[in-house]
DNA sequence: ATTCTGACCTAGGCAGTCTATGTAGTCCGT
DNA sequence: ACGGACTACATAGACTGCCTAGGTCAGAAT
């Protein structure tokens, strides 16, 4: 059943969805949701109560921007895109979540090749 | 000032503690705050208001116990220590938090060489 | 004795995820 | 054309965990 209650991934959503939308370019809601748990291995199954509110806080924050296109099954979808500010915002957070993990391996005394 | 707010470790706050508790055997709740931010270059600075808290659930768990000793500046203090069941609780989490930070990397795109 | 300090405690706030439920647009079979 | 199924979006309320901002109490220092 894999499939872990994403609290793990607490405050790591927004990020993981600018990183998402800066690989593959303009994605709606639930395609960013698949693409977390596809590369997750499945391990990561993002809810709508948890996804769209995300999407929201990143709008409100003016780091996407989005308009409704088609699906390629021809359904109505909010295709989001990077904006300048979300570019920043990725590389910001990227640094300090590589930053906050480096400490958390250092007090669990772990290295490199216990996590890789 | 260095120091985040540490909420980047969300989640995360017990497993230190345990950690702790492993390497270092008996200690008192100060102790293991200022075990955490040391390890951690100052980064994290556990508040009093998360610390107890985290502490009395991991009692409640039955994953430490405590007596009151005294420390070296002979003030009275409750020393913490590991139980099987924490050592057991250890590994276990260990194991949850490096799959977990395993999936955000391969999300991220990251290699070990850009955490380490 | 009084003050100071270190360790402990807790209520209430807040942010982020989840559960549960609801809505609207599009497709498809009849 | 209509009904039903499906897809994507949406949101209220619960819950968890860290924080702020208070506070208590024992032992040391003066």
């Known amino acids: 059943m894999g499939g872990v209650r994403a609290g ?3 405050g790591t959503l927004e990020l993981l969805i600018l990183k998402g939308l800066e690989r593959y370019g303009p994605m709606h809601g639930v395609g960013a949701a ?3 748990a596809q590369r997750s291995q499945g391990l990561f199954k993002i809810e709508e109560g948890s996804l769209y509110p995300a999407l929201h806080r990143l709008q409100a924050k003016g ?3 989005w308009e409704w ?3 390629e099954e021809g359904k109505r979808a909010k295709y989001y895109e990077l904006t300048r500010s979300g570019r920043r915002a990725l590389k ?3 640094g300090s979540w590589v930053t906050n993990t480096r400490a958390i391996l250092s007090i669990l005394d772990l290295g490199l090749e ?3």
């Open 63 to 65: 780091h996407v921007t």
């Open 69 to 71: 296109m088609k699906t």
């Open 34 to 36: 698949d693409h977390i």
């Open 8 to 10: 793990s991934l607490y």
């Open 92 to 94: 910001k957070e990227l």
């Open 114 to 116: 216990d996590v890789g």
